[in-house]
């Protein structure tokens, strides 16, 4: 039987808590993804991304650069587009992706889903 003492309680370490407190929203992880193709428009991104709201996915980008994670880019136009690109700190994410990728294959069987 496991022992349920006090060391088997750890707290979860801050540096975890921040990357799933932005990382584990819905969408947040599907849009890095997709950004990491390369620069993509708002309009694209949003059809890449089936079921996601214009709202949300604004609201989303919008966190994303906060957290130094991409970068909005203004195309005069016309017409006027907004384009999205990942940071060096974003694309430094591509390996950890990957890995839950190949996690998900093994572990997490395919539900039937659209993609």
């Known amino acids: 039987m496991a022992e349920h003492g006090e060391q088997a309680c750890k707290?979860?370490?801050?540096?975890?808590?921040?990357?799933?407190?932005?990382l584990g929203k819905r969408w947040t992880g599907l849009i890095v993804a997709v950004l990491m193709q390369q620069p993509v428009y708002f309009?694209?991104?949003r059809r890449a991304?089936?079921?996601?709201?214009e709202r949300m996915l604004s609201d989303r980008l919008t966190e994303?650069?906060?957290?130094?994670l991409?970068?909005?880019e203004v195309d005069e136009g016309p017409p006027l587009r907004v384009s999205y690109r990942l940071t060096e700190?974003?694309?430094a994410l591509e390996p950890a992706l990957k890995e839950l990728g190949?996690?998900?294959?093994?572990?997490?069987?395919?539900?039937?889903?659209?993609c």
């Not at 707290?11 to 932005?22: C, D, K, N, P, W």
């Not at 991304?49 to 709201?53: E, K, L, T, W």
């Open 11 to 22: 707290q979860v370490g801050g540096a975890i808590t921040r990357v799933f407190e932005l």
């Open 43 to 45: 309009a694209d991104l």
């Open 49 to 53: 991304i089936p079921g996601i709201s």
């Open 64 to 68: 994303l650069a906060a957290a130094g």
């Open 70 to 72: 991409l970068v909005r």
């Open 89 to 91: 700190a974003g694309r």
């Open 102 to 114: 190949q996690w998900a294959e093994v572990y997490l069987p395919d539900a039937g889903g659209p």
